[in-house]
């Protein structure tokens, strides 16, 4: 059995003394020598069965004694997570080892980065805004608006200027850091916010066949500045059909505008019962964030989710039939530009993980048996002690307390917001 005494967590950092039994260790050097055996080739003597001095004599006995201390080590480090019930952010740091030795016990030293622990500002209930359960009216207009929209037709516009609003094709040269945006024939919306405000301004009041050229400077930290010509090609509006019982008959399949709002009011109440939950949740731990008390995230826990979020969207993508080269054109994004917003996100994430994890302290969460069951009977699993017994043989059953204390943490946060609701459909159109 381990021997293991461990410090107090210092700048997110844990330093463990393990001594793994004399039995363990000569179990392991017994086998590292069987395995070297097979691996090569000893004259007299065929595969596997070579004797320990033979394999000395040939190696070295320091060769195959590293081997079987790596192996020690290794074998042994998901009890050791298990028994201190940490998640590491990185590989553990291995001090100065020294050889397994026979019949001895054998003691080493390791350090373990660890999540930054911080607090919140407040552990109040957080005030959060949420659309009412109930379809507004606002809402149904919306999406006849939107249904209106799908049979809108574009009429050329000639003898004018462009004006806000007008659909307007485009070519656009990049001139400098601009290959990103250049293109023929792309239609913008004149004074739409999407538009950097430079360009907005380029182009109303441009007419056909106009060439300017725009500078602007992108938002944010890593701001860049981006200069391309701009040649307006056409000059569009758009025109609306007017909403009757006719068009609705016609063109969508309703008796009439009643029993089209009807339909539509039914399919809201649907969407809203299927996500509004998942969205308080979302708000709830976003608010909770912004009380997180950490000027600068640490940058090994912000790597390890960036690529724990990286290796989820991989897989996503290959469950789609997809790779990431086929998947970056089709989005319109670079390489850089991805990776810059997994971190982004990565970042927003680890600050909410942070932020639960605040909670669940203040709260003195704890976890049962019979909670760790509970996870693993929700993940559908059918032998539940057999599933159990593979995370520990891993290493990997912190990380299912570290997550059952978050969901606790968030099922507190939930039920206690403080909700105002609001028509955020009507409140955009304002």
């Known amino acids: 059995m381990l021997n293991i005494t461990a410090s107090d967590v210092k700048d997110a950092k844990l330093t463990a003394t393990v001594t793994i039994p004399a039995a363990d260790v000569d179990a392991a050097i017994k086998k590292a020598y069987k395995d070297t055996a097979k691996k090569y080739r000893f004259p007299g003597f065929r595969a596997g069965k070579a004797p320990r001095p033979v394999i000395d004599s040939a190696l070295g006995a320091e060769a195959t004694l590293a081997q079987a201390t790596n192996d020690l080590i290794a074998a042994n480090e998901p009890a050791v997570l298990n028994e201190l019930d ?3 952010t990185k590989n553990g740091d291995y001090k100065e080892l020294d050889l397994a030795k026979d019949h001895e016990d054998y003691t080493y030293t390791v350090e373990f980065s660890l999540r930054p622990v911080a607090e919140l500002s407040s552990y109040d209930a957080v005030e959060i805004e949420m659309p009412p359960a109930e379809v507004t009216e606002s809402e149904i207009n919306n999406q006849v608006e939107m249904l ?6 574009f009429e050329d516009v000639e003898g004018r200027a462009v004006e806000a609003d007008d659909y307007v094709t485009v070519d656009l040269k990049a001139v400098e850091n601009a290959d990103n945006f250049a293109a023929e024939g792309r239609m913008l919306i004149a004074g739409s916010d999407s538009n950097p405000a430079e360009l907005n301004e380029a182009l109303i009041g441009a007419n056909v066949d106009d060439v300017k050229t725009v500078t602007w400077t992108d938002e944010g930290e890593e ?7 701009v040649t307006v090609k056409g000059i569009k509006v758009r025109n609306t059909p007017e909403l009757t019982d006719e068009l609705v008959k016609s063109d969508f399949g309703f008796d009439s505008i009643d029993a089209m709002r009807d339909a539509i009011k039914l399919e809201i109440e649907q969407d809203k019962a299927s996500r509004l939950p998942a969205e308080k949740e979302n708000r709830c731990v976003s608010a909770l964030a912004e009380r997180l008390q950490l000027d600068e995230m640490d940058a090994d826990y912000e790597q390890s989710v960036f690529e724990e979020l990286g290796q989820n969207f991989l ?3 290959s469950a789609r039939g997809m790779t990431l080269d086929t998947w970056l054109p089709a989005s319109g994004l670079t390489m ?3 990776v810059g917003d997994l971190h982004k996100q990565a970042n927003d994430v680890a600050r909410e993980s942070l932020a639960l994890d605040a909670l669940a302290r203040e709260l003195k969460i704890e976890v049962t048996e019979d909670d760790i069951n509970a996870e ?14 593979e995370f520990i043989a891993d290493g990997r059953m912190p990380a299912v307390r570290e997550s059952i204390r978050r969901s606790k943490a968030v099922d507190h946060l939930v039920e206690n917001a403080k909700v105002t609701e609001v028509d955020e459909t009507a409140k955009d159109a304002e």
Do not use: C, M, W
């Open 336 to 338: 850089e530009q991805f």
């Open 148 to 153: 209106l929209n799908y049979r809108a037709t």
């Open 376 to 389: 693993f009977e929700k993940a559908g699993v059918k032998d539940v002690e057999a599933s159990k017994a």
């Open 86 to 88: 940490i998640v590491p």
């Open 315 to 317: 897989s996503n993508l």
């Open 223 to 229: 701001a860049e500045a981006h200069t391309v010509e």
